[in-house]
């Protein structure tokens, strides 16, 4: 975890832990950086920057800050205004950009957002630029082999210019439209637009594929994004699909990497099932490099389980969709993801995409003629308890033999039939215990008598 930039960009609470002066300094350093790189090739031509945002009323200050700091230092800025996390990787790789910029604090309330760079691949950037621009931020920047207590402003000719890329975002919407193997004519599918990016771009999606679409929460005003919606309160979604009797729903969250689903009868179909559904589909047509689908230790047993019968391998990462598709870059794997919905179709994307997922999802259902709860009735998730502990020091605390006795004898119990999980929090002063088994009361249990343990031993604070 760097100073500012975690799993997930710089994030915090506009004004406060990010500010307005820190988005116009990481402008700042990018505009230079790159345009340094071209200068250092012999290169003449201004960088380009690609800038995307979600609904939240800050992006406005946000946006205009970074092109601020951009253009004054030297690089062009193509403004795609309120459009998804995933469209930017999408445009920064295949427009040729030098990197791009989104402007999001994902499911989190509207009172949060964050600075999500995204390199010339459409990747997440590398930790190297991230530890530099920190630098910068800090005043003790170091690179091109000196020391700037200031880095130059650009002058004359040399001053960037803003230009609007809505463009973009269209061709995008085209992207994936062509992606789509069947018609969706006859097909009725809800979608909860969380009151985010998705919310001018995934109906156009799919009525332009043939669906009947019912949509909620699609009236964003700048405060009420995940508001009660989209993936992380799915409740609304569950709600239409039962009340309009339709075939499908599906449910993104703020910026659009993640989607969850809603099959016929109400159920919902998180992003465990998904995997295990489009991992299997992807095996019986011999698509699946590796015979592996990558996941997080976060992933429910059922899920281990359930691909464990299909004969197919599975690989976990650490927490973070980050480590997902590093595994599946260097392993050249075809799939992965989390449970929270953030799945990686790596021969189509370099990161998650909530609409491309529905969509892969439908393929899915028109390919072998199935409802979706038919899809999903082979993978059934074991009752999980999840519990967070605030503690004195991390890994102080996991590292004591008496809690990983503790932890070693709820292993022993529970064999085969489930597994426990204990795990320091990347961003705040917690311990995770996590236990996964045949029923929530055995859960309890466990996850209660490591708890004890390490209040018992004077690290809970």
Not at 400 to 429: H, M, Y
Not at 449 to 454: A, C, D, L, M, T
Request: glycine share 10%.
């Amino acid at each position: 975890m760097g100073r500012y930039f975690g799993t997930d960009g710089f994030r915090g609470e506009s004004n406060v832990t990010l500010t307005a002066d820190h988005a116009y300094k990481v402008g700042r350093f990018l505009g230079w950086y790159y345009r340094s790189l071209r200068e250092q090739r012999g290169d003449s031509e201004s960088p380009k920057i690609v800038i995307g945002k979600d609904t939240r009323r800050s992006c406005y200050m946000f946006e205009y800050m970074l092109a601020g700091g951009i253009v004054a230092s030297g690089a062009d800025v193509y403004l795609m205004h309120v459009t998804t996390t995933p469209s930017v990787a999408y445009i920064a790789h295949v427009d040729d950009f030098d990197c791009g910029i989104m402007i999001t604090a994902s499911h989190n309330p509207y009172y949060d957002n964050g600075i999500k760079i995204i390199n010339k691949y459409g990747e997440k950037m590398e930790d190297s630029v991230l530890d530099l621009c920190e630098d910068y931020i800090d005043g003790k920047l170091e690179c091109f082999g000196q020391k700037w207590e200031e880095i130059p402003f650009a002058s004359r000719h040399d001053i960037g210019e803003m230009v609007d890329y809505v463009s973009g975002r269209n061709r995008y919407i085209g992207y994936l439209i062509s992606l789509c193997k069947y018609s969706f004519r006859g097909m009725n599918v809800g979608l909860d637009c969380a009151n985010g990016t998705t919310w001018n771009i995934a109906k156009a999606v799919f009525d332009a594929l043939g669906a009947k679409t019912y949509v909620i929460n699609a009236d964003p005003n700048g405060f009420n994004i995940n508001e009660n919606a989209g993936s992380t309160h799915i409740g609304g979604l569950q709600k239409l699909v039962l009340d309009k009797n339709l075939d499908i729903g599906f449910a993104f969250d703020g910026d659009a990497d993640r989607c969850l689903a809603v099959d016929e009868k109400g159920n919902v179909v998180d992003g465990d099932h998904i995997l295990y559904i489009y991992g299997k589909y992807m095996k019986e047509r011999g698509k699946l490099l590796n015979n592996t689908v990558v996941v997080t230790v976060m992933s429910n047993f059922g899920f281990f389980k359930a691909m464990e019968e299909e004969g197919i391998e599975t690989v976990k990462t650490k927490v973070g969709d980050k480590y997902v598709h590093d595994y599946m870059v260097e392993h050249g794997c075809r799939i992965g993801g989390e449970q929270s919905g953030h799945i990686i179709f790596s021969k189509y994307a370099s990161t998650g995409d909530g609409i491309l997922t529905a969509l892969k999802v439908m393929e899915v259902m028109l390919a072998k003629k199935k409802k979706l709860s038919e899809l999903a009735s082979g993978m059934k998730s074991y009752p999980q308890v999840l519990e967070n502990i605030r503690v004195k020091d991390k890994p102080t605390t996991i590292a004591d033999e008496d809690v990983q006795n503790a932890v070693k004898k709820v292993e022993e119990k529970l064999g085969d039939s489930g597994r426990i999980l204990v795990r320091e929090s990347g961003t705040e002063p917690l311990i995770r215990v996590m236990v996964e088994a045949k029923t929530e009361d055995i859960c309890r249990q466990y996850v209660g008598e490591v708890i004890s343990v390490i209040k018992k031993k004077g690290y809970a604070v």
